[in-house]
């Protein structure tokens, strides 16, 4: 009993001793705070801490409140206040203070320490505070931190504001559901973060979310998906960010009344799930790249979208106005894309081919799209069905993207569509069935034909199966791996002795055949239209059109044929740093050969090769085996096997003519003067009068324009791309052929009857001779409507004199001299574009106008070493015969290269003897004649 006593004593002291050091130390740390702080205007001065104004106390005189409400109070808080371990709520916004601010005691609930000076926070502030509901801690000057990762310990917190905190990074993603079940409020505006918004909001009770103004740089990125998960939302600022993507989907957001997207690079359409949302009062979307129709909101709305001012990417300015039907489809097709925003920026109105460029949609001359072209733009998504109420698109090229999900089978039924090219993505499923003459290209999705996507969940090789496997099944795969490895490397070594890697080229074998042609001209495309004309049938002799007569056709130029291995070898295995340029075919590769010799290689890539392609390869090796001329490119020999179509030209140092007259400010070079445009000119003249009148043959380029003519280290101009040319059946001087050539440079003729003279390459002529004068591109998407076709500004402007002047390439220095041929030239290109065929004159004429403007050019010597010994000057049938009675010669040479070098290329072609050691002198340019 004794001992009982005097335990209960013993406890009774000690509590009492506690309680009474508690409320010193509380009065202690009472009392240092009033030291720290400048006390303006507190009522402080109470013997007794508990009667302090803002101060409360619990019945056992533990402070529980400070409420710092002066808003003038300076000076710093003491580490002490840890000490005060009763301490739920403190509060001392809006004053001076400054400082580290310190840790405080974890019975904290409520902290608001917004607007001060406060220069930091541990980092570790949050470890032991579990009991935090509200923290605010907004504009005050601290050093950068990052969210602090200790703030994951306060699980029962319901509001965190930390705007304008010198915050980096990222957002964590802590704050969510898991994490924080009870946070409402989440601000962090006019910080530093970057980044996404974290998934873990996904399904969060967050109500009211600010995010907008960040700092950095990069500022927050991504897209907004998230929030349509987030269905407790009442009010979104994410303004002044750089997210990207489309709006999300608000219908689950029934609460939501405030929402600030503006100063984003959002795009797509305004769903209708945010227009239509009934609790909504307050929306801001101005300067964003949104697209579609502007959305009507309910009149209770307060609606900032300003979109006469603002930056935006809809299709007309009239709010509630619909788009265009065509608008509308292009639309649907980007959306599973995510509606990316390099498509956003550049599809502006509501018709995509008229006014400035749409990326990826090409346009005819009569405004249907004919080609959309969204290769290599770093797509993801699916693609859409909706590509197949594009009725008049003839390509559809999807390639080299990160596509998923299966070809939509609609596309099969695309009417005029001729290729469809999905090469490289990761698509799956069984290719649907497209008509007969539908090229389509589905290399490089390894997936293609398979049910599932590899990789999913019950895909043949994943899941269940893979946990069937047996031991003994794992040692065969790890011993065929290992296997699989030596053999790979035992060949890497045997042939990557002879080839270093650098052939990039993906070898398809099994490609489907397609030949897309590009265009070095900037803005002009490519065409190559008649859905109704067979290639097979025009090169065949179809019914009623023209055929190339069989001499042309053949290729049989048999002592022109090169090995592969040789050309591997003096392209250092088609090497990307080789690469002189890209066109419609392929690559095209300079070389050289163990003299010194330089070619060019062009290389078609094999799984792009179609009937057409392969049609244009051998026309361009007929033609050019059978003409030659010092302003025709020379062709010194082809290869043509299975899977490698090249073929290889003199080599013409100074590229073509249309990256001097247009990209030499980019290519750092000087602008041509005028004197050199004009022996330009003429150069391109006598080469295309030879090909048209030279000869009792007439040959018709059909493809003239600066991308094909091509310059040697003297300036002088070569034309090139034979591929179209077309040899008009004896003894008529127009027929009709598939059309094809380049939109800006097409006789108008031609383009309306498909009907083809000699006319039409003096039409693409005098385009060549007006973009040398002005400078000017043939079509320049970035003038206004009026002046997009050079031909008609430029024959406009020669009809006012006085303000012609302004048609000359500012480039262009002209002295009086220049001035008067600079006259004659504007007449005659005005003359070559009439709209007649025959108002425009021939190229005897031109040649006759051009060569007294011109300095006389004396042509060198005849090149001793030229095989074919041909005179330039002398007529096609001369040139011909003489030719042929030296095609003969050839065959007695002898190769100079290795007999390892000989492949399947030269064993194919078996009567023909090895190449001779003068092959590399046959490459010996014939320009200096
Ligand atoms: P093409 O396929 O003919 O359009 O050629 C594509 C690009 O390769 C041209 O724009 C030139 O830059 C370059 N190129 C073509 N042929 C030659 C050549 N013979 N010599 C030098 N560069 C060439």
Known sequence: MGFGVSYVLQLMVMFSLMFVCALSQDDVVMKKLKTTISKNNLDWSDKDFCNWKGVRCSGTKRVTTIELRSSTVEGSLPQELVQLTELTYFRCSGNSLSGNFPYMPNSLQKLYIDNNKFTSMPNDFFTNMSNLIEVAIDYNPFSQWQIPFSLKNC???????????????????????????????????FNSLEGNLPNSLSGSSIQTLWVNGQKSNNKLNATLSVLQNMTSLQQIWVHGNSFTGPIPDFSNLDQLYDVSLRDNQLTGVVPSSLSSLQSLKIVNLTNNDLQGSPPKFQDSVQVDIDIDKGRHSFCTEVVGQPCSQLVNVLLSVVEPFGYPLKIAQSWKGNDPCHGPNWLGVVCSSSGNIIIIDFENKGFSGSISPSFASLGTVTKLRLA???????????????????????????????????????????????????????????????????????????????????????????????????????????????????????????????????????????????????????????????????????????????????????????TVYKGELDDGTKIAVKRMQSEMVGDKGLDEFKSEIAVLTKVRHRHLVALHGYCLEDNEKLLVYEYMPQGTLSQHLFDWKDDGSKPLEWKRRLSIALDVARGVEYLHGLAHQIFIHRDLKPSNILLGDDMRAKVSDFGLVRLAPEGQASFQTRLAGTFGYLAPEYAVTGRVTTKVDIYSYGVILMEMITGRRAIENSQPEENIHLVAWFRRMLLNKDSFDKVIDPALNINEEGLKSFWTIAELASQCCAREPHHRPNMGHIVNVLAPLVEIWKPAEPDADDMYGIDFDMSLPQALSKWQNLEGISNTLDVSYSSSMVDSCENTQSSIPPRSPGFANSFTSTDAR
Do not use: W
């Open 400 to 586: 080299n993207n990160n596509l998923t999900g299966t070809i939509p089978k609609e596309l099969a039924s695309m009417p005029v569509l001729q290729l469809l090219d999905v090469s490289n993505n990761s698509l799956y499923g069984q290719i649907p069935s497209f008509r007969a003459g539908v090229v389509v290209n589905t290399n490089g999705n390894p997936d293609i034909g398979k049910d599932k996507p590899h990789g999913s969940p019950d895909s043949s090789s994943g899941g269940e199966d893979k946990k069937k496997l047996g031991v003994g099944a794992i040692v065969g795969i790890v011993i065929g791996i290992v296997g699989l490895l030596g053999v790979g490397a035992f060949v890497f070594v045997i042939y990557g002795k002879r080839y270093n890697k650098c052939d990039n080229k993906v070898q398809t074998p099994n490609a489907i055949v397609v030949h897309p042609r590009h265009s070095g001209d900037g803005n002009a495309v490519k065409i190559s239209v008649a859905a109704s004309e067979s290639v097979g049938a025009s090169v065949a002799g179809g019914t009623g059109g023209f055929s190339l007569s069989s001499s042309v056709q053949n290729v049989e130029a048999g002592n022109m044929v090169i090995s592969i291995r040789v050309l591997r070898e003096v392209t250092n295995n088609f090497c990307d740093e080789n690469i002189l340029g890209k066109g419609g075919f392929g």
């Open 155 to 189: 699980l029962a917190l319901q509001t965190f504001s930390a705007v304008n905190v010198s915050f980096v990074g990222v957002i964590p993603e802590f704050f969510g559901e898991e994490t924080f079940p009870s946070l409402t409020t989440l601000k962090l505006s």
